[in-house]
T-cell receptor, first 114, second 114 residues
Framework: DAGVIQSPRHEVTEMGQEVTLRCKPI?????LFWYRQTMMRGLELLIY????????DSGMPEDRFSAKMPNASFSTLKIQPSEPRDSAVYFC????????????FGPGTRLLVL | AQTVTQSQPEMSVQEAETVTLSCTYD???????LFWYKQPPSRQMILVIR??????QNATENRFSVNFQKAAKSFSLKISDSQLGDAAMYFC???????????FGKGTRLHILP
């Protein structure tokens, strides 16, 4: 299996620009998670989906962030407009089902907003 | 609310020696899962080991083993015969049964001294 795929791996953009991060979960996995990692705040769960439906988006920082999962094999995390404080590594993870299953992480997208 | 505490921000160990990373957690639940994830410089989050709370036997994966003390809410990771490739940030994590969310500790950075 190819594992969780994220793109791009690195993104540098200017403040105010729209940023779209993409994720392809492992085939057959029903749950998908978006995390953000910074030195100051550690690893934070932003939002997660089960069977393509958003279950909990309480970790999304503000309205500038939005996430979609149009089908079982694709999800996006969008930041519009981006700000320097959004600079972080964004991880996507998937798991076979809810609850007890292990989450498998993608390689992450390193975002730098200038 | 559940919390995960890793009290050692950094540790060092001589190559080929054994090291133990500490983790404590707080929960009122009886059914849950505990994990150790490894994050090397590549930033990829890699599952090292997983423990189900209902199992009394400590989980083991090759050179990695845990000491799970349910009453004390302690979940330490022991790495035997440390290798240079073990150098990474290690995250302890908790997942309540039937809950999608994983709660991560702040991490322990492990250095391997040649």
């Amino acid at each position: 299996d190819a594992g969780v795929i994220q793109s791009p791996r690195h993104e540098v953009t200017e403040m105010g620009q729209e940023v779209t991060l993409r994720c392809k979960p492992i085939s057959g996995h029903n749950s998908l998670f978006w995390y953000r990692q910074t030195m100051m705040r550690g690893l934070e769960l932003l939002i997660y989906f089960n069977n393509n439906v958003p279950i909990d988006d309480s970790g999304m920082p503000e309205d500038r962030f939005s996430a979609k999962m149009p089908n079982a094999s694709f999800s996006t995390l969008k930041i519009q407009p981006s700000e320097p404080r959004d600079s972080a590594v964004y991880f996507c993870a998937s798991s076979p089902d809810r609850g007890k299953e292990t989450q498998y992480f993608g390689p992450g997208t390193r975002l730098l907003v200038l | 609310a559940q919390t995960v505490t890793q009290s050692q921000p950094e540790m060092s160990v001589q190559e080929a020696e054994t090291v133990t990373l500490s983790c404590t957690y707080d929960t009122s639940e009886s059914d849950y899962y505990l994990f150790w994830y490894k994050q090397p410089p590549s930033r990829q989050m890699i599952l090292v080991i997983r423990q189900e709370a209902y199992k009394q036997q400590n989980a083991t994966e090759n050179r990695f083993s845990v000491n799970f003390q349910k009453a004390a809410k302690s979940f330490s990771l022991k790495i035997s015969d440390s290798q240079l490739g073990d150098a990474a940030m290690y995250f302890c994590a908790y997942n309540r049964y039937r809950d999608d969310k994983i709660i991560f500790g702040k991490g322990t950075r492990l250095h391997i001294l040649p």
